[in-house]
């Protein structure tokens, strides 16, 4: 099994800054790429950005500039910096894993888009 675990959200005012954390858990755990993703009342979710083991990001172009994202790999943790907030990033913030191997006690598996609970972020005066 692997486990995400997201934390950092909150309100906070336009103009402000939050950080996301994601940790994800399992035994024995290789992850490949790990993002983060959004979805406000209405709307379907969409890509903010991700990042592979090796560094390489994406980022959405409705972001660039404000966010950015970043992994410890020693930790199987992904960070989503968010700076100059608007209301229009209201949603709620999920992390996701695309593929992560891991061990069940017996042996390796492979797991696929894994997602964590979510974490709201509100950007309100």
């Known amino acids: 099994q692997v486990h995400l675990v997201e934390s950092g959200g909150g309100l906070v005012q336009p103009g402000g800054s939050l950080r996301l954390s994601c940790a994800a858990s399992?035994?024995?755990?290789?992850?490949?790429?790990m993002g983060w993703y959004r979805q406000a009342p209405g709307k379907e979710r969409d890509l903010v950005a991700t990042?592979?083991?090796?560094?390489?990001?994406n980022t959405a172009n409705s972001v660039k500039g404000r966010f950015t994202i970043s992994r410890d790999n020693a930790n199987n943790t992904v960070y989503l910096q968010m700076n100059s907030l608007k209301p229009d990033d209201t949603a709620v913030y999920y992390c996701?894993?695309?593929?992560?191997?891991?061990?069940?006690?017996?042996?390796?598996?492979?797991?696929?888009?894994?997602w964590g609970q979510g974490t709201q972020v509100t950007v309100s005066s």
């Open positions: 990042i592979t083991s090796g560094g390489i990001t």
């Open positions: 399992g035994s024995r755990l290789s992850i490949d790429a």
């Open positions: 996701n894993v695309d593929r992560a191997r891991f061990h069940t006690g017996l042996y390796y598996t492979t797991a696929y888009d894994v």
